[in-house]
């Protein structure tokens, strides 16, 4: 499947930062026709607007709340690709005393925020001639990385997400693609030291996966080495990332 960004109509969540703001400008590159950016303050938007304000719409969306997602549905009436990509990430284990409440809000933004959202935009999807959704899971939801155990559990439900969806919207011939990065240079990894690719680089390889019809997409060399090991033998990945603890 070839798939061409040109004049289409996409949602990016999470777009006021990060790999979310990297995806809003690379859109715009590629011909984007409309791109809703969404952020829970829609005034931290203003500085990337102001690059395109012909594109790039602001929109207010927490995706954890619900009369916010029904509003945008019924606000939004045409789109062609949704993407998936507000996050939130703790460094907790599954031992420490805040695990059920780190668990739960995680599962709150990364997987029910994905699944309500995708649930109330699918009958505006199904009505473009060229429709996708795009899931951004990570890495550590192929195999768990200990030292972000809750998290890596929400991202494995987006992974399980991502297959269910697939598999439903085939026949529709709405396209659907999961994204797996490794450590990226935003907030939310600024307390961890290690190589980190850019947002530029994991947006380029996002939406070339899209325009080529990758359905799985490792964006940065971590996450391709880190699928190469999964590819051969998932148990080795498991213990290499469980190798963290020793
Ligand atoms: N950075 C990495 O190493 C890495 C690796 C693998 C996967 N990922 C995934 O990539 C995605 C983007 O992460 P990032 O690295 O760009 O992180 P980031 O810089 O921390 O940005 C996270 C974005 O998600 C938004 N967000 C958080 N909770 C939200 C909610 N309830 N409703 C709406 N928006 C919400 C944030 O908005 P506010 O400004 O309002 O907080 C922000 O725009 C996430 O799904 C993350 O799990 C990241």
């Known amino acids: 499947m070839a798939y061409s960004i040109q004049d289409k109509t996409i949602l990016v969540t999470g777009a006021n930062r990060g790999i979310g703001e990297a995806l809003v400008k690379e859109l715009v590159a590629r011909g984007a026709g ?26 207010q969306l927490d995706v954890t709340n619900a009369a916010d997602i029904s509003s945008l549905a019924n606000d939004i009436t045409s789109l062609d690709v949704l993407i998936n990509n507000a996050g939130i990430a703790n460094f907790s284990n599954f031992s420490g005393e805040s695990t059920l409440s780190i668990a739960a809000s995680e599962m709150a933004t990364n997987y029910f925020g994905p699944v309500n959202l995708t649930h109330a935009f699918l009958p505006t999807l199904h009505k473009s001639s060229a429709a996708a959704v795009i899931n951004v899971s990570s890495v550590a939801g192929i195999a768990n990385f200990p030292t972000l155990g809750p998290y890596s ?27 797996y990065p490794g450590p990226v240079d935003t907030d939310m990894t600024k307390d961890f030291e290690t190589d980190k690719a850019s947002p530029a680089e994991v947006a380029k390889s996002v939406l070339t996966g899209l325009q080529q019809g990758d359905e799985d997409v490792y964006p940065d060399a971590f996450a391709q080495q880190m699928y190469a090991i999964y590819n051969q033998n998932p148990k080795q990945l498991e213990q290499q990332f469980a190798a963290i603890l020793d």
């Open 34 to 59: 409309r791109v809703y950016a969404a952020a829970r303050n829609t005034a931290s938007l203003a500085e990337l607007v102001a690059q395109a304000p012909e594109v790039i719409v602001p929109v």
């Open 153 to 179: 559990a929400s991202k494995a439900a987006v992974h399980s997400f991502t297959q269910g969806l697939r598999a439903e919207l085939r026949k529709a011939g709405i396209f659907v693609q999961g994204v």
